[in-house]
Each structure stands twice: as C-alpha cells, then as structure tokens.
T-cell receptor, first 111, second 113 residues
Framework: EDQVTQSPEALRLQEGESSSLNCSYTVSGLRGLFWYRQDPGKGPEFLFTLYSAGEEKEKERLKATLTKKESFLHITAPKPEDSATYLCAVQAYSGTYKYIFGTGTRLKVLA | NAGVTQTPKFQVLKTGQSMTLQCAQDMNHEYMSWYRQDPGMGLRLIHYSVGAGITDQGEVPNGYNVSRSTTEDFPLRLLSAAPSQTSVYFC????????????FGQGTRLTVV
C-alpha cells in the first residue's frame, strides 16, 4: 500500500538550533516528492520538488534531500518565522497520477 | 496576482443542507483538485479535473459533486451535508496533472451540525 510517514509529529527548537524533518515513503511509480509549508489558517505553499535519489535543493535556511526511501528537510539556524507545519507529498503514477500527503510536522521555533 | 481563490472562508451547515464551495484560479492551469484536511490525516483528494468538461473521482468522493465548465472555475457541491463532512477544504490547481507543484487556496472551514 502506498504510504507517506512524517516524523516527528511536532518539533520545538530554539532559534538557531538546526534540525531535520523526515519523510519516509513506500510507493510504486514515484514521479516526484514535494515539500510544502502550511501556516495556520492558510493553504499549503510549495517549497521544493525532488525527482531522483541524491537530488538536493536549497532555499534560504531550508535544504531538502532525497533517497530511495525517504526525504529530509534540513533547517539550519531556524528563526521564529520558520514556525509552521511542513507537509511532504509523494506523487506516483500507475495509469493515473496519485498525490499522497503525509500528516505533517508541526515546527515551533522559540526566540 | 490572486492565484487560487476560495469562497467562503467559513461556513456552518445543518445536517441535510446543500451548498457549493467556490474555487477560481487565474493562472490558466488545466489541472484542478479538491482536498479535505482532517486532524491526524494527510490531505485527501475528493475530486479532480484535468481540463474543462473533464472530472474524475479521487480517494473520498462520496457525498460530493463537481463540474468544470470553464478553465478558471471548479466548484464543489455538497449534496446533503453530514457531520462527517466537517473539515477544512482546499482547492488546488497546477499547470499539469503530473510532475508539477500545486497552488492551494486559503481553504474553507466547514462545520456541519
């Protein structure tokens, strides 16, 4: 069964304390892995797409990496404005496209 | 630069009532979709459309109807609201069905009492 699991469910960091969020997946016909950021009361906002193992992408304090079984979102020296829920989604194809979302990691960065 | 616009933002319905959630995008995207987001669960696909006049069911379609008469609009209709449909609903659009990121609306928080 296609599945996306994110860990931890929630994470509290001090400002400047680097950490990583994990997204593990089991899916047939992977076409891409997506990271989104979701602020309270808002819709998800696109961050990154990764297509193949070994690929890395960076944006400000965020860096996403991909292996054959999981993806990591590394947050370097976070700031309070990085507080949000980070969603991972896998897109698979087996005749039709399927988008499978994880339940997210709620990140709180304390000043 | 509006992107994806959803209305209303909040709605309370009584069991058995019907309503339509509106979704419009101004990016000329072919692919549009509706998701529901419930606590402890990932976003789940309700219905999607790959272009005007073409719609299909997602993972959780029961109790919902959609139509796509124009590229811009993709309304979601609740036929007879049930408490199990209490959720936050998101409309999304993307350039194509595969390999492209989705742009989400702000969401509609629906409560069915």
């Amino acid at each position: 069964e296609d599945q996306v699991t994110q860990s931890p469910e929630a994470l509290r960091l001090q400002e400047g304390e680097s950490s990583s969020l994990n997204c593990s997946y089991t899916v047939s016909g992977l076409r891409g892995l997506f990271w989104y950021r979701q602020d309270p009361g808002k819709g998800p906002e696109f961050l990154f797409t990764l297509y193949s193992a070994g690929e890395e992408k960076e944006k400000e304090r965020l860096k996403a990496t991909l292996t054959k079984k999981e993806s990591f979102l590394h947050i370097t020296a976070p700031k309070p404005e990085d507080s949000a829920t980070y969603l991972c989604a896998v897109q698979a194809y087996s005749g039709t496209y399927k988008y499978i979302f994880g339940t997210g990691t709620r990140l709180k960065v304390l000043a | 630069n509006a992107g994806v616009t959803q209305t209303p933002k909040f709605q309370v319905l009584k069991t058995g009532q019907s309503m339509t959630l509106q979704c419009a995008q101004d990016m000329n995207h072919e692919y549009m979709s509706w998701y529901r987001q419930d606590p402890g669960m990932g976003l789940r696909l309700i219905h999607y459309s790959v272009g005007a006049g073409i719609t299909d069911q997602g993972e959780v379609p029961n109790g919902y109807n959609v139509s796509r008469s124009t590229t811009e609009d993709f309304p979601l209709r609740l036929l007879s609201a049930a408490p199990s449909q209490t959720s936050v609903y998101f409309c999304a659009s993307s350039y194509a069905e595969g390999n492209t990121e989705a742009f989400f609306g702000q969401g509609t928080r629906l409560t069915v009492v």
